[in-house]
């Protein structure tokens, strides 16, 4: 039985701080049922780095819920062999004891996390910092190795009230004697299911009643009801894609853009979302943006070389000129309209 989603967080590090300097481009090795995941080799270590993102069918409060539940680390089937809260000094900053199972010859690991839950209403999101810490009560055991390295985060992220996105990065190391190629290729070959687990779970009745009567609730209810705090949201997920001021003044300004990414399909949303990712999403990104802005204002052929120009999309994510290749578009689009009319 494979390990569920809240199992491969606890098992893995998860690194969303990881900078250039010290690892290499990510690279997509995933992309089925809506999961995209992605892998990229670290500095010092022979262990790779991997992230995914998703979308779950859920509001965002649920997934919280999900994530918060510690005893339902223990599920039938599973490899978890022990799960219980040791400390809670609130709903966001517990720490808990976990125990798994891992196949003969391999020795059990198990681990004391300690996990601070942090909201960042600027962006819409909820960043989960997770590290295994030492506890006086909780000494050693003989037959489980302790998994001491291990510094975690992960984000949720409001798409719509209905859906949420879900991002991790990690780096397994599971410590004691198991080879670096098995390692690597189960933090890869887990990706998937687990995102698919995620999404069974949120379904999970006791989770949305729990997520219903939540702070998180009320606290998602007022800012999705103010559209001014949902559009400077937008515009500083997209500063974190485009590093143009001026294009993303324009997406923003935009009533087609701005509408799909707070009340549409959600579809852009998501696509920001995806942006996490390697550089091939980033750039896919940017050419949904340009077509949602640019859509029915240029002839289409014009449009359809516009966003295939690999040097425009690099001048876009680097701020280095696209707004103005972005106005120039438009203002020969304006003319020709005008002269063929």
């Known amino acids: 039985m494979r390990p569920p989603y809240l199992q491969l967080v606890l098992l893995l590090v998860v690194i969303m701080n990881s900078g250039a300097a010290h690892a290499g481009e990510w690279k997509r090795f995933l992309d089925e049922d809506g999961v995209k995941g992605y892998t990229r080799s670290v500095r010092g270590s022979a262990l790779y780095e991997v992230r995914s993102t ?8 649920v997934v919280g819920a999900v994530l918060r539940d510690v005893e339902g680390l223990k599920r039938p089937g599973s490899s978890c062999l022990e799960a219980r809260l040791i400390e809670r000094q609130d709903a966001n900053h517990y720490t808990f004891y976990v125990a798994y199972d891992f196949p003969w010859p391999v020795s059990d690991r198990d681990a004391v996390i300690q996990v601070v839950n ?70 890869k070959s887990s990706l998937k299911d687990n995102a698919l687990d995620l999404r069974k779970a949120v379904k999970n009745p006791v989770y949305v009643r729990a997520a219903a009567s939540s702070s998180d609730a009320a606290l998602v209810e007022r800012f999705t009801s103010d559209p001014r705090k949902l559009t400077r949201i937008i515009e500083r997920r997209l500063g974190e894609l485009i590093s143009d001021p001026a294009l993303v003044a324009r997406l923003v300004a935009d009533r087609r853009v701005l509408g799909e990414l707070t009340g549409g399909s959600g579809r852009v949303g998501e696509i920001l979302l995806h942006g996490w990712g390697s550089y091939e999403s980033k750039a896919e ?57």
């Open 285 to 341: 990104a940017v050419r949904v943006l340009l077509r949602a802005l640019l859509a029915g204002r240029v002839p289409a052929a014009k449009l359809d070389g516009f966003v295939a120009d690999r040097r425009l999309i690099g001048r876009i994510l680097y701020g280095k000129g696209g707004d103005k290749a972005v106005a120039t578009l438009l203002a020969g689009g304006h003319r020709q309209q005008k002269g063929g009319g």
């Open 118 to 187: 942090r909201y960042d209403l600027d962006k819409g999101r909820v960043i989960a910092d997770l590290r295994a810490v030492s506890h006086p009560r909780l000494p050693r055991r003989k037959d489980r190795l302790r998994i001491t390295d291990l510094r975690s985060q992960f984000v949720i992220e409001y798409i719509s009230r209905e859906r949420t996105g879900v991002v991790y990065t990690s780096r397994a190391d599971p410590t004691g004697h198991i080879p670096t190629f098995l390692v690597n290729r189960g933090s």
């Open 54 to 61: 998703i979308i779950v069918p859920a509001r965002i409060e």
